[in-house]
């Protein structure tokens, strides 16, 4: 297993800047590569993107030197391992409430004794077991490997203390849009008690020396980095539609 890029970047303190594709498209992952995106969250939560599909976007986010993180369809063991086996270098695990669920996610992507992943020979990020031995395999992928967890519901900010003490979270990404929602304020992320518990918990994120993760957009990146995150991510059809209106209001004046 090479070296997870964007890991080095978070550990420096570096911001990690993303883009977050929901089809399934190996070329999309190319194009957002040779764009300068340091990583690439391949989402199969809320996009059409099956196991195949994520194989063929890592694969491409391996050869154009960009770092492939995948949301799995949900927080279970088997979602997760999944698309571990088929050579994401880490996941962005959903509906994350409480430090047992934080600790079942990292235990799904890391080896060890216990009800950890499962290791398998021959998978494609042990090089189908063609080029060194597991426990070498093993240790690199424990090392390089990431985990980010989701905190996007009311429960989740409440329980904020106690995931962030669980060891083996590398990030801890706070979902605007779930979370106004959880709080009763759908798709109102700026309402007040939204927009509050987010900058408590990112604070509390931040105070604990751990690393904070956000979504944004052109136009409130500097505000989001501004506020501790480093895993940061925007969306394709966010680009999309900059690109587009850009070039249509100068085509229709």
């Known amino acids: 297993m090479?070296?997870?890029?964007?890991?080095?970047?978070?550990?420096?303190?570096?911001?990690?800047l993303g883009c977050s594709i929901m089809v399934p498209s190996p070329q999309m992952v190319e194009m957002a590569a040779h764009a300068g995106f340091d990583w690439v969250l391949i989402d199969m939560e809320h996009g059409t993107i099956g196991l195949e599909s994520a194989e063929l976007m890592i694969m491409a986010a391996?050869?154009?030197?960009?770092?492939?993180?995948?949301?799995?369809?949900?927080?279970?063991k088997a979602h997760i391992s999944s698309v571990m086996d088929r050579g994401a270098m880490g996941v962005q695990v959903p509906h994350v409430n409480s430090a047992r669920d934080a600790e079942a996610a990292d235990s799904?992507?890391?080896?060890?004794?216990?009800?950890?992943?499962?290791?398998?020979?021959?998978?494609?990020?042990?090089?189908?077991?063609?080029?060194?031995?597991?426990d070498e395999f093993v240790q690199a992928s424990n090392d390089q490997t990431l985990v980010c967890v989701?905190?996007?519901?009311?429960?989740?900010?409440?329980?904020?203390?106690?995931?962030?003490?669980?060891?083996?979270?590398?990030?801890?990404?706070i979902g605007p849009s779930d979370l106004s929602q959880s709080m009763g304020h759908p798709g109102n992320p700026k309402a007040e008690p939204v927009k509050t518990a987010i900058e408590v918990t990112l604070k509390k994120i931040v105070d604990a020396g751990k690393t904070p993760g956000m979504p944004a957009t052109a136009d409130n990146l500097e505000t989001?980095?501004?506020?501790?995150?480093?895993?940061?991510?925007?969306?394709?059809?966010?680009?999309?539609?900059?690109?587009?209106?850009a070039f249509l209001k100068?085509?229709?004046?």
């Open 2 to 16: 090479k070296e997870n890029r964007m890991k080095s970047m978070l550990r420096a303190g570096e911001p990690a």
């Open 62 to 76: 391996d050869a154009s030197g960009i770092t492939p993180i995948a949301r799995p369809p949900s927080n279970a």
């Open 108 to 134: 799904a992507v890391k080896f060890g004794p216990g009800d950890n992943r499962g290791l398998a020979a021959g998978t494609r990020p042990d090089s189908y077991g063609l080029s060194r031995s597991m």
């Open 150 to 173: 989701q905190l996007e519901h009311a429960a989740a900010i409440e329980n904020a203390d106690e995931i962030l003490a669980v060891d083996g979270v590398d990030v801890f990404f």
């Open 224 to 245: 989001v980095l501004a506020s501790g995150p480093r895993y940061i991510y925007t969306h394709l059809p966010k680009i999309v539609g900059i690109g587009a209106s």
């Open 250 to 253: 100068q085509g229709k004046r």
